[in-house]
């Protein structure tokens, strides 16, 4: 998703409740105007501070209409489109409120102004939009909110795409590099330094003809680096769960999405993970005072550990837990190394580690010692679920593929901690987490969290 488009959409909701607020008070002066009283009295008396009371009511109302109806879709803003999608909510909103007067005549019962704010609404939302569009474009002309692409692939149609995006920057993309084929760009000094540098989001594939094992080194190039592919598609190139669909030069051009959670989906889930990981740390709180005291006693050293751990998009981070090992723990992990029982992938585990205190038995065992990371979900690096997070030197061994499990912030449970915990091995635990990615939604979150508290009394050890 371009970035333009996703900081439109966002400021879209206020912008378009204060637009309908505007409207309604609109209406109301013209109703009550000198001209319009003359032609028209008024055979009833409405203050305007209960009017204005009744309009921030329905004016929520029509936003969570609109919502609905679609007008803050992550896409591109196109005048066609939005007209009948502004006819339609507005015209929503009048249904709803004319019930509303029906059943309750005492809020205001002027067909004036009710017929005169939806055509006002309907044009103020208009204006808005267009306004927005042209303010979008011109800061994208002069280079801002521009999202970086690099394209791969020298056929006749590339040089044709490559000077459509450079002529029309309203498009919201800019080239910042063009390769023949991948191992070009590879080859090319530091492709992951050129990644980062330029800000790429985006790797466009023009080549339709591209082999397949090409092609899935190319989409594994853009996983591991967390890019969005896009490609000229062929006859039967249309087959993906998370596919977005658009055209250049008359070309049929195809987005591979990493995950659905995009967009709204992941407004929605920062909002869920807020709400919720902050009303359990309320409820918790005597409990979680209770375990620090615990740990406290029980032997010596911090009572919370800070862990360094990969987050998304391969950022570093600190986690937060009760401490379950003796002090300095991680001095003595070279020593037992060489014991390490997990011989399937980059993770270490040991059943009888001889770090583990008692009491840090008990908790590793219930996942009592993770509550803490309640805080990371508040501090936005992680959400209460995803993928399990990973220590850096354990993402360094990732096999191909393996980095997908970057794609989002890890969780405190997931997919693999309530099918299994760590029993299963390394491989299968890649894979339903990378499964939990590409088929996110909020139901399944809630699936997965409702399953949590059963699988934290299991008697297998959390790693």
């Given amino acids: 998703m371009k970035k333009a488009d996703f900081i439109i959409n966002i400021a879209l909701v206020p912008i378009d409740y204060v637009t309908i607020v505007l409207a309604a008070i609109s209406a109301y002066y013209i109703r009550f105007s000198a001209g319009i009283i003359q032609i028209r009295p008024a055979t009833f008396e409405l203050a305007f501070l209960d009017y204005f009371h009744i309009i921030l009511q329905i004016a929520l109302l029509a936003i969570f209409i609109f919502a609905w109806s679609g007008f803050y879709t992550m896409r591109s803003k196109k005048i066609v489109s939005e007209l009948p999608r502004i006819i339609s909510g507005v015209s929503t909103t009048v249904i709803f409120l004319i019930l509303a007067i029906f059943f309750q005549r005492e809020l205001f019962a002027s067909r004036f102004i009710i017929i005169s704010a939806w055509v006002l609404a309907i044009v103020y939302l208009l204006l808005v939009r267009i306004i927005v569009i042209l303010v979008k474009n011109y800061f994208l002309k002069l280079g801002y909110g521009l999202s970086a692409v690099i394209i791969v692939g020298r056929v006749a149609d590339t040089d044709l795409i490559i000077d459509a995006y450079n002529k029309n920057k309203t498009l919201g993309y800019k080239i910042v590099g063009q390769y023949d084929n991948l191992a070009q760009l590879k080859n090319t000094g530091d492709s992951k330094t050129i990644i980062k540098n330029q800000q790429v989001e985006y790797i466009m594939q023009t ?18 680096n967390h890019i969005n592919l896009k490609y000229i598609a062929n006859l039967f190139q249309a087959q993906s769960l998370n596919l977005e669909l658009n055209s250049i030069f008359g070309l049929p051009l195809i987005e591979i999405k990493g995950t659905p959670l995009d967009g709204w989906r992941r407004v929605y889930k920062r909002i869920f993970d807020l709400f919720l990981s902050f009303l359990l740390i309320i ?14 006693l029980s032997s010596s050293g911090p009572i919370i550990v800070r862990l360094k751990r990969v987050g998304q998009k391969g950022k570093v981070f600190e986690i937060y837990k009760f401490r379950s090992m003796v002090k300095d723990a991680h001095l003595f992990k070279d020593e037992i190394k060489t014991l390490n029982e997990r011989v399937d992938g980059p993770l270490f585990k040991m059943k009888n580690d001889p770090r583990v205190t008692k009491l840090g038995k008990f908790l590793r065992r219930t996942s009592l010692d993770e509550l803490p990371q309640l805080y990371n979900v508040l501090k936005g690096q992680m959400s209460l679920v995803g993928p399990r997070p990973h220590e850096p030197e354990e993402v360094s061994q990732y096999q191909r593929g393996y980095r997908k499990l970057l794609t989002i912030k890890p969780g405190i449970t997931g997919m693999a901690q309530v099918s299994g915990r760590s029993n299963l091995l390394f491989s299968d635990e890649a894979k339903l987490d990378i499964f939990y990615i590409e088929n996110w939604s909020i139901l399944l979150d809630l699936i997965i969290l409702l399953k949590t508290p059963k699988a934290l009394f299991k008697k297998d050890e959390a790693c």
């Avoid at 080549?207 to 591991?224: G, I, N, P, R, V």
């Avoid at 918790?284 to 740990?295: K, N």
Wanted: aromatic share 6%; proline share 3%; net charge negative.
């Fill in 207 to 224: 080549d339709s003809s591209m082999d397949k094992d090409e092609a899935l080194d190319l989409l594994t190039f853009c996983q591991e």
């Fill in 283 to 296: 409820i918790l709180s005597p409990f979680l005072i209770i375990i620090a005291m615990s740990v406290a």
